[in-house]
């Protein structure tokens, strides 16, 4: 990606120096611009607007993120995502030259690691995956034995100076409205929804 346009892109997510610093930075986007067109040349109208196709490009974008930090990683690199490309996605659009139809979902700084710090602990399993039901019995107790494990990862990780837990970081993030200025931009690209 040209320099101009990843310095303008940090900037505007949020002075997030790696997304210009890093060697290689990506983007990935929802597209039923694509899909539109695939409907034309088979002499069909899209139906345009209903909620499960802006999924399904959202989805589509999110696995093929997914799969390409997978493959990185499996050669050595390392990956961030970049969401706050989301903060200003009208600017972002102006500079990738998106069509309507098109959102960008979020970002990925790719790069050789300079260390190998340790791994941070992930949700227990039976957490995040259920079987037969969404059995939630005994949740909380789990993730507060997760919490701990997250503040002991910080305070190794920064010396003493970080201490903070999974719930502090999610429950800052969701008690105060996320990016409200998403839902005209996506009707304004085209994903109104039904």
């Given at each position: ?150 503040s002991a990862y910080y305070k190794k990780r920064t010396n003493g100076k970080r201490s903070d ?30």
């Amino acid at each position: 990606m040209d320099k101009s346009k990843r310095k303008n892109i940090a900037h505007l997510s949020g002075d997030q120096s790696y997304v210009e610093e890093c060697p290689l930075f990506l983007v990935f986007c929802a597209d039923l611009n694509r899909t539109k067109t695939s409907c034309e040349i088979n002499h069909k109208t899209m139906a345009e607007g209903y909620t499960e196709t802006f999924i399904l490009a959202t989805v589509d974008a999110t696995l093929a993120a997914q799969n390409a930090l997978i493959a990185a990683e499996s050669l050595g690199l390392g990956g961030v995502y970049i969401g706050g490309i989301r903060n200003n996605p009208t600017e972002i659009c102006k500079i990738l030259n998106t069509p309507s139809g098109v959102y960008p979902v979020f970002g990925m700084c790719l790069g050789y690691p300079d260390d190998s710090p340790d791994i941070k602990a992930r949700l227990p399993l039976d957490v995040i995956f259920k079987t037969d039901e969404y059995n939630i019995d005994g949740d909380a107790k789990k993730v507060e034995e997760y919490d701990a494990q997250v503040s002991a990862y910080y305070k190794k990780r920064t010396n003493g100076k970080r201490s903070d837990t999974w719930t502090n970081q999610v429950s800052d993030l969701m008690d105060k409205p996320q990016r409200p200025h998403m839902k005209d931009f996506l009707n304004g690209q085209g994903f109104e929804m039904k």
